[in-house]
């Protein structure tokens, strides 16, 4: 059993590994010291009475989801080793497999998402000159991606640290701005042949996106962000081991429609943080914030954060805006009804992923 330990551990030497033995999860070695002192769960070992005793700890099958959500909200990477035949079956030891690695950017469930708000993964990309680059962001939970290219390096750091990303993908060598590594993003390197290859990311995102051509995607001429926009795919793919179709059309932020607050305006008018740095009440955010479903916040949360310059967008708002507020029994029905509904967006995506359990169509 530990041979085959070992040698799935090897291929995930920076995660957690939770290998499913029967009805539990168990970790071992310096997975199970580390899993014992930050969930506060009793460390025991195999062997106990021989001189090469193994530390092992464990959480039932059916609870791991609280644990895993504590692991992922302290920036561990876990990796989900399932027995893939049935037990009753199997000839010898039962095979398993690495199903899904869980990170703090690319989690679907709800246990482990803010309820009204995003969580991002992206990707940026430079290239050799430093001259222009590409900045890839998603939500994976709801499938939302977009991008932003710059010939200005401190804007596209300044706009990642503006999303607040948790996860953030960097080509091997590159270096994290100070500034933006107070941020709590957790940075990923990737090997840039791999992960950031050009070629590779046109391949990718023709196939993901069911499109001819990247001008469909508004990528044809910005290879930057093509490039970050593979990595994007790249991480999906590997840690959610599977296809990842379910992300929605890809379009660059449109800058002739969208107007970028620097992070010091943002930080003054107290948009999402006040003064103190501490989100939450006094905010702007929370002030406007009346939505009765979580994917109502996240769409203030995106007109907040990038708010309109376009004129003709500003006042179909405002006239909306209007009517419900001359239409009081009209605005008090729809909101009745908007309150019975469920979040569609990451319900949807955790249906395609095949992560949905029996909670989610109650």
């Known amino acids: 059993m530990f041979e085959q330990y070992l040698r799935i551990k090897a291929e995930h030497p920076d995660t957690l590994l939770f290998y499913r033995m029967g009805d539990f999860y168990e970790l071992f070695f310096e997975d199970a010291e580390i899993a014992s002192r930050e969930l506060s769960i009793a460390l025991t070992s195999r062997n106990p009475n021989s001189e090469n005793k193994v530390p092992m700890c464990g959480v ?15 920036g561990f990477r876990v990796a ?23 990170t703090p950017g690319t989690v679907v469930e709800d246990a482990n998402l803010p309820a009204k708000g995003s969580n991002f993964l992206a990707a940026l990309y430079w290239d050799a000159g430093h001259e222009r680059g590409g900045a890839a962001w998603a939500e994976v939970s709801t499938g939302q ?64 996106q069911g499109v001819a051509d990247l001008a ?36 660059p932020l449109d800058l002739s429609r969208r107007l970028i607050l620097d992070e010091v305006t943002e930080r003054n008018l107290e948009i999402f943080r006040r003064l103190d740095g501490r989100a939450g009440k006094g905010t702007l955010f929370q002030v406007l914030d009346r939505t009765v479903t979580p994917l109502g916040a996240r769409l203030l949360e995106t ?24 239409e009081d029994r009209v605005r008090q029905a729809l909101r009745q009804a908007l309150d019975q509904i469920h979040d569609l967006e990451r319900l ?11 909670r989610d169509f109650a």
């Open 60 to 74: 039932p099958h059916h609870a791991a989801e609280g644990y895993l959500a504590q692991l992922l909200e302290k």
């Open 80 to 102: 989900i080793c399932d027995q893939v035949e049935d037990p009753k079956l199997a000839k010898g030891l039962v095979r398993r497999e690495v199903t899904r690695v869980l």
């Open 145 to 208: 991606w977009s991008g932003l290219s710059s010939t200005r390096e401190p804007e596209l750091w300044q706009w990642l640290a503006k999303l607040g990303v948790r996860e953030l993908l960097l080509p091997q060598g590159r270096t994290v701005p100070a500034a933006f590594a107070d941020s709590g993003a957790q940075a990923v390197f990737l090997p840039e042949r791999g992960a950031f290859d050009l070629d590779t990311a046109r391949r990718s995102l023709l196939e993901v």
């Open 216 to 251: 469909s995607l508004g990528l044809e001429d910005k290879p930057e962000l093509t490039r970050a926009c593979g990595a994007l795919l790249f991480y999906l793919r590997q840690t959610q081991k599977q296809d990842v179709s379910h992300l929605a059309g890809f379009r």
């Open 303 to 326: 007109r907040l954060r990038e708010p309109w310059r376009d004129p003709g967008s500003i006042g179909r708002c405002l006239d909306a805006v209007e009517h419900f507020f001359r």
């Open 348 to 358: 949807s995506t955790r249906v395609q992923l095949g992560r949905a359990t029996p």
